[in-house]
C-alpha cells in the first residue's frame, strides 16, 4: 500500500516564526522515524527556511563581526616539500561577517565548500581560492577560515643513526574583507630545550671555587610562527622548520640512545639561551627571508626553576601589521 502524498503548499509556511503565509497549525503527529520516506524536490521546496522569517531576530539587531564554524574536521591533503602529498586529518574555523537585519548563514555550506576541494593539494593558495568560493556562497562582507593540522615529519638522530616521526602543529589562515584584500598567515609550533645561561654560570662557579657539582637547569620551551606571507609567495612547512631549527638549534629529539642523549647535552651546553635570545633568535631568521612580509613570534620557556614561565614576544615591525599582543601563552605548555 503506498504513503499518502505529504500535503505541500506552493510556499513553505513557519510554526513558529512570523511569515508571508498563515500559520501551520501544530496537530498531533507520530513520534516515529521514517526510515523509507524520500525526500522529493517538491517536499524539499516546502521545508521552512528560516530566511523566509521576519521579526526573527532576538536581542540586539546590529551586525556580528564574526559567525561560523569551530572544530569541524575532515581528511586533507598537504604537499610536502619534494611534491609527495600526505592526507591528514584537518580542523576547520569558518566564519563571515553578518550584518543587522539578517538572521543567521547557513553553516552546513562553510563544510560543503571545504568538501568541494577535499581530494586537491592542499596549501595557502588553495585556502584563499577556498575562501573566495566560501565567501561568495555563504555571503556577509567579510571571511575567514583556518585549517588546522599535525605535520609529520622524519627526525634523525644526532648520533646514533635512528630516525622517527617529529610532529608540529601547523595552521594555515586566510581572510577575505568587503574590498576583496586577501591576507594569507601561516602559523607553526617549534618545541625546543633552553638552558638558562645564568644557571651555567652559577654551575660553573660552584664548580671553580667549592669543587661542587651542579646540573644547569634547562625546560622544554615552545615558539609560535605566524608569518605572513608576500602576495604569490610559498614557504613550505619543511623552511620553516629549518629556520627554526637554525636558529634555535636545540630541538627536541625523537629516537634516542646513551650517545644521542650525550650530544643532546652538549647541544645545549653548546647553545645557551634566555627566553629573549630565542626570539632575537628567531626574529633574526625570518626577517632574512623576503617570502615573510610580517612576523609574530611568541615563546615560552617552561621554567623548571619556577612555578611560573619566561616569555617573549617580537614582531617584525611593520606599519599597520603584528604589534606582538600575544597573550595566550597557555596554549604554549608543552
Given at each position: 500500500m503506498s504513503k499518502p502524498t505529504p500535503n505541500l503548499t506552493p510556499m513553505p509556511r513557519m510554526f513558529f516564526h512570523e511569515s508571508d503565509q498563515p500559520a501551520q497549525p501544530l496537530n498531533e503527529v507520530e513520534r516515529r522515524y521514517d526510515a523509507d520516506f524520500v525526500a522529493t524536490e517538491a517536499y524539499r521546496d516546502s521545508l521552512p527556511d528560516m530566511s523566509l522569517t521576519r521579526n526573527a531576530i532576538q536581542g540586539a539587531n546590529v551586525p556580528i563581526q564574526q559567525v561560523g564554524i569551530s572544530g569541524f574536521r575532515l581528511p586533507l591533503r598537504f604537499?610536502?616539500?619534494?611534491?609527495?602529498?600526505?592526507?591528514?586529518?584537518?580542523?576547520?574555523?569558518?566564519?563571515?561577517?553578518?550584518?543587522?537585519?539578517?538572521?543567521?548563514?547557513?553553516?552546513?555550506?562553510i563544510m560543503r565548500t571545504f568538501y568541494e576541494h577535499q581530494d586537491a593539494a592542499f596549501t595557502p593558495e588553495m585556502l584563499a581560492t577556498i575562501l573566495r568560493d566560501y565567501q561568495a556562497t555563504v555571503g556577509g562582507l567579510n571571511a575567514r577560515l583556518k585549517v588546522s593540522f599535525s605535520y609529520p615529519m622524519i627526525q634523525q638522530s644526532l648520533r646514533s643513526g635512528l630516525s622517527g616521526y617529529q610532529y608540529y602543529e601547523v595552521s594555515y589562515q586566510a581572510s577575505l574583507d568587503a574590498?576583496?584584500?586577501?591576507?594569507?598567515?601561516?602559523?607553526?609550533?617549534?618545541?625546543?630545550?633552553?638552558?638558562?645561561?645564568?644557571?651555567?654560570?652559577?654551575?660553573?662557579?660552584?664548580?671553580?671555587?667549592?669543587?661542587?657539582?651542579?646540573?644547569?637547569?634547562?625546560?622544554?620551551?615552545?615558539?609560535?610562527?605566524?608569518?605572513?606571507?608576500?602576495?604569490?609567495?610559498?614557504?613550505?612547512?619543511?623552511?620553516?622548520?629549518?629556520?627554526?631549527?637554525?636558529?634555535?638549534?636545540?630541538?627536541?629529539?625523537?629516537?634516542?640512545?646513551?650517545?644521542?642523549?650525550?650530544?643532546?647535552?652538549?647541544?645545549?651546553?653548546?647553545y645557551i639561551k634566555f627566553v629573549e635570545d630565542a626570539a632575537r633568535l628567531l626574529s633574526e631568521q625570518f626577517d632574512a627571508d623576503a617570502r615573510v612580509k610580517d612576523f609574530e613570534i611568541a615563546c615560552s620557556h617552561l621554567e623548571s626553576l619556577h612555578s611560573h614561565d619566561a616569555i617573549s614576544v617580537i614582531c617584525k615591525g611593520v606599519p599597520g601589521g603584528f604589534v606582538a599582543d600575544f597573550t595566550d601563552f597557555e596554549s604554549l605548555i608543552c
Open positions: 604537499v610536502s616539500e619534494d611534491g609527495s602529498t600526505q592526507l591528514l586529518e584537518s580542523r576547520v574555523t569558518g566564519s563571515v561577517s553578518l550584518e543587522a537585519n539578517i538572521k543567521g548563514i547557513n553553516m552546513s555550506r574590498k576583496g584584500t586577501l591576507r594569507r598567515f601561516v602559523i607553526f609550533d617549534f618545541v625546543y630545550s633552553s638552558a638558562c645561561p645564568c644557571s651555567a654560570e652559577l654551575s660553573e662557579h660552584a664548580r671553580a671555587t667549592r669543587n661542587v657539582y651542579a646540573i644547569p637547569h634547562s625546560q622544554r620551551s615552545k615558539a609560535r610562527i605566524k608569518l605572513e606571507l608576500t602576495d604569490g609567495a610559498t614557504l613550505s612547512i619543511e623552511e620553516i622548520q629549518r629556520h627554526c631549527l637554525h636558529a634555535l638549534k636545540t630541538e627536541t629529539q625523537v629516537m634516542v640512545k646513551r650517545e644521542d642523549e650525550q650530544a643532546f647535552a652538549e647541544l645545549n651546553g653548546a
